[in-house]
């Protein structure tokens, strides 16, 4: 079983930065694919990043980010640490939702598709006022 706790949002100005993180607990963390989602009441959850290895012969990490965040956001990850990060710059009203993590998505390669995840934390909000 694996555990995931989100920590980092708050509330912050157009234009600023937070950094979230999510500490997994388990000991194949470094094979799992990694994502981070938002919500906002009553919409469904929304792709933002994730991380996924990739590559036939050579396993490769690939970020993926959705259009939206593309340039501003950045995902990464300290398998040492267990910990995985969403760097958000330049952060604009729109972006202020409730954060999730989500881990190992097995077989599937839609990184993008929040049913696919098995695990998930409890989530972060992040508002960004104007």
């Known amino acids: 079983q694996v555990q995931l706790v989100e920590s980092g949002g708050g509330l912050v100005q157009a234009g600023g930065s937070l950094r979230l993180s999510c500490a997994a607990s388990?000991?194949?963390?470094?094979?799992?694919?990694m994502g981070w989602f938002r919500q906002a009441p009553g919409k469904e959850r929304e792709f933002v990043a994730a991380?996924?290895?990739?590559?036939?012969?050579?396993?490769?990490?690939?970020?993926y980010y959705a259009d939206s965040v593309e340039g501003r956001f950045t995902i990464s990850r300290d398998n040492a640490k267990n910990t995985v990060f969403l760097q958000m710059n330049r952060l604009k009203p729109e972006d202020t939702d409730v954060y999730y993590c989500?881990?190992?998505?097995?077989?599937?390669?839609?990184?993008?598709?929040?049913?696919?995840?098995?695990?998930w934390g409890q989530g972060t909000q992040v508002t960004v006022s104007s």
């Open positions: 989500a881990a190992d998505l097995g077989g599937s390669t839609s990184y993008d598709d929040s049913n696919e995840y098995r695990y």
């Open positions: 388990g000991p194949t963390f470094s094979n799992y694919a």
């Open positions: 991380l996924r290895w990739s590559g036939r012969i050579t396993s490769y990490l690939y970020a």
